[in-house]
């Protein structure tokens, strides 16, 4: 599981809201890791 996977799993479970998981990845593209960016994205959205 990846970073994308542990995102969904953790607004699955009611531990992270999509609004706070974009702001996570917000985080994490301004600290410069290696993400599909898009597909991140595009994940998040389609649980909103």
Do not use: Y
């Not at 479970?13 to 410069?32: I, W, Y």
């Amino acid at each position: 599981m990846g970073t994308i996977g542990l995102l969904c799993a953790m607004i699955e479970n009611q531990l992270l809201t999509v609004d706070g998981a974009f702001k996570a990845l917000d985080h994490m593209k301004s600290s410069k890791r290696r993400l599909p960016w898009p597909e991140a994205e595009n994940v998040l959205n389609a649980l909103r």
